[in-house]
């Protein structure tokens, strides 16, 4: 059965959005995106709520036609274009990104059938509701977490405080030049 994994950048008070949905607190130079490529490496498929699926959408696309595109970039639009893509949301007619199928209600039959199929783990990108919604039904495994050196003070949790207790191992931490701190959790159950 596939693991579905939690990837997040989260501040160090435990948010991964800023107040305004903010992300400009997140370290990322070139030793985080060699982090994120070893994990998509590793990945059979991406899950996005509404939100996190529209902004990847609407940029990703655009860096395949982009003469300037860093050979980075390039590679990671390269990867999230052929990837399929699941989008969570109640509120979207369609989703026309290409490899990418829609789930609009049964979020617990939809997450267990993907679990089911062959393949590598699936990776929740951000999205934080999303997150929220399966860490309540339990559908998430594992959390990989690249935990940054600021504190936000307030924003948006990547656990919502309705949750309950949720015991995790910790499978592996890696820490950077840069501060940030990279953990990868498996939820004991």
């Given at each position: 059965?596939?693991?579905i994994v939690s990837f997040t ?154 949750i309950g207790t949720t015991k ?22």
């Open positions: 059965m596939r693991n950048h989260v501040s160090l008070d435990g948010y991964i959005g800023g107040p305004n949905g903010e992300m400009d607190w997140i370290v990322y130079n070139d030793e985080m995106v060699k982090n994120a490529r070893e994990l998509c490496d590793q990945a059979g498929g991406a899950l996005y709520g509404r939100t996190t699926y529209e902004m990847m959408a609407g940029y990703w696309p655009t860096v395949l036609t982009d003469p300037n595109a860093a050979p980075m970039d390039l590679h990671h639009a390269r990867w999230v274009e052929d990837i399929p893509k699941v989008v969570f949301s109640t509120t979207m007619d369609s989703a026309d990104w290409k490899n990418t199928t829609l789930v609009k209600d049964h979020l617990t039959e939809a997450v267990m059938k993907l679990k089911q199929q062959p393949g590598d783990e699936l990776l929740i990108f951000g999205s934080p509701r999303l997150t929220h919604s399966l860490a309540k039904l339990g559908l998430i495994d594992q959390y990989h977490m690249n935990l940054n050196p600021v504190v936000l003070g307030k924003g948006m949790p990547l656990f919502d405080p309705n995790l191992n910790l499978l592996k931490s890696h820490p950077f030049e840069c501060g940030v701190v990279s953990l990868r959790y498996e939820v004991v159950r």
